[in-house]
């Protein structure tokens, strides 16, 4: 089964009543702070609608879509194509196809803390991401090369 698929059926029951659309924006969150992206053509059983995103949105999705585009490193946009694409009016951009890729390498992430009950799942999602908050994620934080090299 796909991350996709043992995400929402793991985690479904922690995201009530909106499971599908918070999963999914977790997900971008994740893939966002990461900066990793993940194309697939999969045909997701579980994939989110659209009218479900645009209708729980609320301005979130332009968001999360203004800092991915300002700043990606996965692709070589200008920092004028970057500021036309997250603040002017061009409508040719797939964004939402665009975030999709976020969340798709996001939800591999997620689905590393799904625990043996629902209790574990909540606390080590808790803990990835405070950790991340803090800055102890070091798969994004690494460890400065001098305090590797520092002899005690």
Do not use: C
Not at 1 to 26: C, E, G, H, V
Not at 34 to 57: G, K
Request: no cysteine; aromatic share 10%.
């Amino acid at each position: 089964s796909t991350a996709w698929d043992r995400a929402i059926d793991a985690l479904s029951p922690l995201f009530k009543p909106r499971s599908q659309y918070s999963i999914y924006m977790l997900s971008l969150s994740i893939g966002i702070m990461y900066d990793r992206r993940i194309a697939s053509d999969e045909d997701y059983r579980h994939s989110v609608p659209r009218n479900v995103l645009q209708n729980n949105d609320n301005g979130k999705l332009d968001f999360m879509f203004q800092a991915a585009i300002l700043s990606t490193t996965t692709e070589s946009f200008t920092e004028d194509e970057r500021l036309e694409l997250a603040f002017g009016e061009k409508t040719d951009f797939k964004k939402i196809d665009f975030l999709t890729q976020f969340a798709n390498f996001g939800v591999t992430k997620l689905v590393e803390h799904i625990g043996a009950s629902h209790i574990e799942s909540m606390e080590n999602i808790k803990n990835f991401l405070a950790a991340t908050v803090e800055g102890n994620n070091f798969d994004i934080d690494a460890l400065p090369d001098d305090l590797l090299t520092e002899e005690t």
